[in-house]
């Protein structure tokens, strides 16, 4: 028996009093911490097993249980700190690369929390949302940029294609394969009842949702997987995904365990396969190459839908999004390095890339400085966590803003970044028949649902305090935004003012 | 005195006609005639009732309102002597006629007892049978009593599961090697009477009354007990002197057909009979299968006298269980009142427990044993033909019984079913999904 | 008329219905003294995890009660749609036990009577398995027949 070098991170704690030994808990551990001991007569628990996932504590029916990180210390580095020194003895033990989900717990600086909204007074008076009308609505693609006319004289009214969203907000990319079908039927639900967007991810339609299409984005990227004829035209806009937020540069591996039946179909690839997203698309080098990819799929579905180009937030994404916009996509989606993952290198995710607030500001400033702002509609993505940071994000100049983990906690994740290891407890990172099964969607549909009207009736809420009676009118906006505590590069990036200025 | 529908007998198969009746005749005249005076009460509770757990007003099969909400007169207290199936009408003992339009017999069983030597000497001789016995015997009952119990059957061992309450010195005896042959095979037996012995109750078996003089008892062994109380239950006799009077046809049921029987071999049937829970190997009524005398006309029987086709067997012989008495008198009423239904699911099935421990049993013990026994709690199948044809649970193993019971009485294919599942532990996940789909989602 | 139905494909086999079912027939405030009273908490209802498949089953408050018509004490009767036990009359015979074809009567702790579900009558409007479900799998409805 090797030394174990790192202790377990989380202590089980069992309130015997109250344990009446239904074992729920143990039935509903994928980890398989809780057990019964037969000859103790009592459940016990083998707490290194435990990620946290919060399952056993959210439905023992005594509240008996509780989870604390496991007080034991190494001795203390502000420079070696434990999680550092608990990954380099894993990596000892393995050789293998760290593997991570969802989105950097490390504490970057987060702006939204350093941006301050505006609200009116006396002058341009606030506008009570609950009497007067609110316009929600979003329609994102290209603008036109002049007036036309037809040959005969008369002005030509039609518009390049484009999606209409009922509230600024669309479920972001997760594929079914890194997501359950339960999660999927969930947000596709959730989106047609919302009159917004869910996002295929890079996993193919299933064929039971393609009675969703219409609320469907579906995505290319560089796999390819269950991309065909029929999968594009079945959504109404597509995506093509260039990178992620929280792994940029990086491409993606679903391992063959999770490859099923059911996602191996909906892949085309064999059941029990990897797949394995390369990290550039073989055919995509250039800006030309990205084009041709754009007007590939604009030809494949009789330039009906509009297309999305998403990118990672990386250092040149001001630069990068100008080609995008030039290359003839419609909408552009910047996915922030604090954005989440399925499963990513740990140090990739917690390294790579650069903040959503600061991208977002530096692409639409420069979008608006080359004068193509309108040539294409901007989507911000990777840690939208509230109604708040959405107002945020359109105020610095997005059309509209993506959200995953928001979706994710609505549907009962609990964030315990374990997506990688295929045994969400919670149904929803996960393939195994029986643990899907815990999500219903019938609950969590209404659950999304329910989620995103309250962060609408919020951004309602927060626009009329301002004065705003449209999403439209709050784009770009930065005159409703102060930074505190930032530094005046900071503000000179996000291109707003100092709280008092 | 004329009625539409006249029912002889006030246990269950008359609460069942009753029933059956009003179910759409909600008008025509209902008379009840019987000679026990009470209000209709659950013979099998005279055992809890003399123990103490129940009061006599716990022990009616319906509630006090019954007779006034279902419209019924009653006779009661008054035997029924004849029936004149032409004249269509009943004679009391007490001189009254009673014409009907339609009659139902519902005149269940009395206790058989045996011709002995010196019985009429014996003082406090009981029967266990119906409200007076117990009435009886709790005049006489002193604690740490003296009671000799003839018969190991259900109806003996109930007496002294009751008596055990009074501290009573018990000793049973019986004819046969052991005790409940009517319901348990060898092993089942045993287990449950070291069970019963451990409560004090002490047994002679293989062995029967000689003769009795005054309250001392001669064994055929040659031993002689000396009791206070003698309580005889031997077994049962259909009623049946007022159809053989109404030119019925009464007939012997067949006597292999007996359901304890695990070799197939009959077990002597007068040793040992219930009125509740056993096929009787005697004389009962012979109906259709809408439970109307053959024979007669306008007359059905239902209950402890009448005969019907066991369909774990085949054959025809008489079952003397509450639930068969119920459902004939819920038929017999039904088609009396013009309405149509058959009583064909007819099978021995018995639910008891002695001293705590409990069982259950059902159908005819032949075909291939599936058996657990742990030497307390003890499960048995029995299956041929794929098919279940009967079972014996004992202790924990009584839980969800009744899916095993469905499987007999529905005859189902046990190809069709999970049936190594439904070994291990009744459960409907046994079934097929459609089937378990359609009889979850609606009830039967 | 109303009754209790369990979906197959969200039942999770967590069993705990079983609990908040023998929980709230218990008479007991918290759920852990119900249970570590020793006190008669029963469960009515029966979760099944044969065959890789979990569903919960209770009484199907059947049209033609077979409990009912076999009850040698007369303790079962139907209330507006309701089968119901009279515990003051039950002497814990179990001929119900043998005679219900879903095996949703169970014997009852105290060794003397039988218990089944009555749709929580006694306990509010929703039965407490319904209400407890962790999936949704159990639904309090009324269905065509």
């Known amino acids: 028996m090797p030394v174990n070098y790192f202790p377990a991170e989380f202590e089980v704690l069992r309130n015997y ?197 219409a609320n469907t984005i579906v995505q290319v990227a560089s796999g390819r997987f269950g991309v065909h004829k029929d999968y594009l035209n079945a959504g109404a806009a597509i995506e093509i995904k260039m990178g992620q937020g929280a792994k940029p540069g990086i491409g993606g591996h679903l391992p063959g365990e999770k490859i099923k039946e059911d996602v191996a179909h909906t892949r085309m690839i064999p059941r029990g396969t990897d797949a394995i997203s390369p990290a550039p698309h073989h055919d995509i080098y250039s800006i030309e190459d990205l084009r041709q990819l754009i007007f590939s799929v604009k030809e494949a579905t009789e330039y009906k839908k ?196 | 005195m004329k009625y539409e529908y006249v029912i002889i007998g006030n246990s269950a198969a008359a609460a069942g006609c009753i029933e059956g009746i009003r179910e759409t005749d909600k008008k025509g005249t209902v008379a009840v005639i019987s000679d026990e005076k009470y209000h209709i009460y659950s013979r099998p509770l005279i055992s809890y009732r003399l123990k103490g757990d129940v009061t006599e007003k716990q022990m009616n099969y319906r509630p006090a309102d019954f007779y006034k909400v279902n419209n019924v007169e009653t006779l009661l207290g008054k035997r029924a002597v004849s029936v004149d199936s032409k004249t269509k009408i009943v004679q009391l003992e007490t001189g009254e006629k009673i014409e009907y339009e339609k009659l139902l017999l519902a005149t269940g069983s009395k206790p058989f007892v045996p011709p002995m030597d010196g019985l009429d000497s014996v003082r406090n001789r009981f029967c266990f049978m119906k409200m007076d016995d117990v009435k009886g015997i709790e005049k006489v009952v002193k604690k740490g009593a003296k009671v000799l119990i003839i018969g190991a059957g259900l109806i003996g061992l109930k007496a002294a599961e009751a008596l055990e309450h009074y501290d009573c010195e018990m000793t049973v005896i019986d004819l046969a090697d052991r005790i409940l042959p009517s319901i348990l095979d060898k092993k089942t037996s045993e287990i449950m009477r070291k069970h019963i012995e451990a409560h004090g109750v002490k047994f002679i078996l293989g062995t029967s009354a000689k003769s009795f003089k005054n309250n001392v008892v ?192 529905e005859r189902t294919d046990l190809t069709t079913v999970d049936y190594k599942l439904l070994c291990e532990a009744p459960q409907l996940a046994a079934f097929a999904r459609e089937k378990r789909f359609d009889i979850l989602s609606k009830g039967a | 008329m109303k009754k209790i139905y369990v979906n197959e494909e969200r039942c999770l086999g967590c069993h705990l219905c079983e609990f908040y079912c023998a929980f709230a027939n218990s008479g007991e405030t918290e759920m852990f003294k119900a249970f570590k009273l020793g006190k008669n908490a029963v469960p009515r209802i029966k979760v099944e995890d044969g065959n890789g498949i979990n569903f919960a089953v209770q009484c199907r408050h059947c049209d033609d009660p077979l409990c009912m018509k076999n009850c040698i004490a007369g303790a079962i009767s139907k209330v507006d749609g309701v089968v119901k036990i009279d515990h003051d009359k039950c002497v814990g015979c179990y001929t119900c036990v043998l005679s219900c074809p879903y095996g949703c009567i169970v014997p009852d702790k105290n060794g003397h009577s039988a218990a089944k579900c009555e749709l929580c009558a006694e306990n509010g409007t929703i039965p407490a398995c319904v209400q407890n479900c962790i999936n949704g799998a159990i639904v309090f409805e009324e269905r065509g027949e």
């Open chain 1, 306 to 501: 509009p297309v999305i180009v998403k990118i990672a937030a990386v250092h040149n994404v001001a630069a990068i999004a100008s080609g995008v916009a030039r290359s003839g996509a419609d909408i552009i989606a910047i996915d922030g390095f604090r954005g989440g993952t399925g499963a990513a290198p740990t140090r990739i995710r917690d390294n790579v890339g650069i903040p959503i607030e600061l991208a977002l500001a530096a692409v639409d400033g420069r979008l608006r400085h080359e004068g193509i702002r309108n040539e294409v509609s901007i989507v911000a993505a990777g840690s939208i966590r509230c109604s708040s940071d959405a107002v945020k994000a359109i105020a610095l100049g997005a059309d509209a803003v993506y959200i995953a983990t928001p979706a994710l906690l609505a549907m009962g994740c609990h964030l315990c970044r374990s997506c990688h290891t295929g045994k969400c407890n919670w149904g929803i990172a996960t393939q195994e028949p029986e643990l899907v099964k815990r999500l219903n969607p019938d609950i969590a549909y209404h659950r999304l649902v329910n989620l995103v009207t309250a962060w609408n009736h919020e951004i309602q809420e927060i626009m009329g305090g301002m004065g705003i009676n449209s999403i439209e009118a709050l784009r770009g906006n930065r005159l409703m935004l102060r930074g505190i505590g930032l530094t005046e590069k900071e503000l000179q990036i996000l291109g707003i003012l100092h709280a008092g200025e």
């Open chain 2, 218 to 409: 001669t064994l055929t062994n040659g031993e002689e007990i000396k009791f206070d109380i003698l309580i005889t239950a031997v077994g049962v006799r259909p009623n049946t002197e007022l159809a053989e009077s109404a030119g019925a046809k009464v007939e012997r049921g067949q006597r292999d057909a007996a359901p304890n029987s695990v070799s197939g071999k009959a077990e002597p049937a007068d040793n040992c009979l219930a009125a509740r829970s056993n096929s009787i190997h005697a004389r009962g009524f012979i109906t259709d299968k809408k439970q109307a005398v053959k024979g007669v006309k306008n007359i059905w029987a239902a209950g402890d006298c009448t005969v019907s086709e066991d369909i774990t067997t085949g054959t025809s012989h008489i079952i003397a269980i509450m639930p068969n008495a119920y459902a004939q008198g819920l038929v017999a009423g039904r088609n009396m009142s013009g309405n149509k239904d058959t009583f064909d699911k007819a099978f021995p099935m018995n639910a008891i427990g002695f001293f705590g421990l409990h069982i259950i049993t059902a159908g005819a013990y032949v075909g291939d044993c599936y058996e657990e026994n742990d030497g307390e709690n003890v499960k048995q199948l029995f299956s041929s033909d794929n098919k279940l044809n009967g079972f014996i649970l004992m202790g924990d193993k009584i839980k969800r019984a009744g899916i095993y019971t469905a499987l007999i009485r």
């Open chain 1, 17 to 213: 009093d109250k344990c009446i030994q239904c074992r729920a808990c143990e039935r509903q551990c994928s980890n398989k911490v809780h057990w019964f001991d037969a000859d103790f007569g009592k459940m016990l628990s083998h707490d290194e097993k435990c990620v946290d996932c919060q399952r056993c504590v959210s439905i023992c029916p005594t509240g008996a249980l509780k989870i604390k990180p496991n007080e034991n210390a190494f001795r203390k580095s502000a420079n070696y700190t434990q999680p550092l020194m608990t990954e380099a003895y894993r990596q000892a033990g393995t050789g293998s690369v760290l593997l991570s989900s969802m989105g950097t717990p490390k504490d970057y600086p987060v702006y939204w929390d350093k941006i301050l909204l505006n609200a009116s007074q006396v002058t341009n008076p606030p506008i009570d949302p609950l009497r007067e009308p609110m316009e929600t609505r979003v329609f994102l693609g290209k603008r036109p940029t002049q007036m036309k006319f037809k040959k005969n004289g008369e002005l030509d009214l039609s518009l390049e294609p484009s999606l209409a969203l009922n509230v600024p907000i669309m479920f972001s990319a997760m594929s079914y394969g890194s997501i359950s079908k339960n999660a999927h039927e969930s947000l596709a639900r959730a989106a047609e009842e919302l009159g917004t967007y869910y996002n295929t991810g890079e996993g193919g339609l299933h064929k039971d949702f393609y009675r969703y299409g």
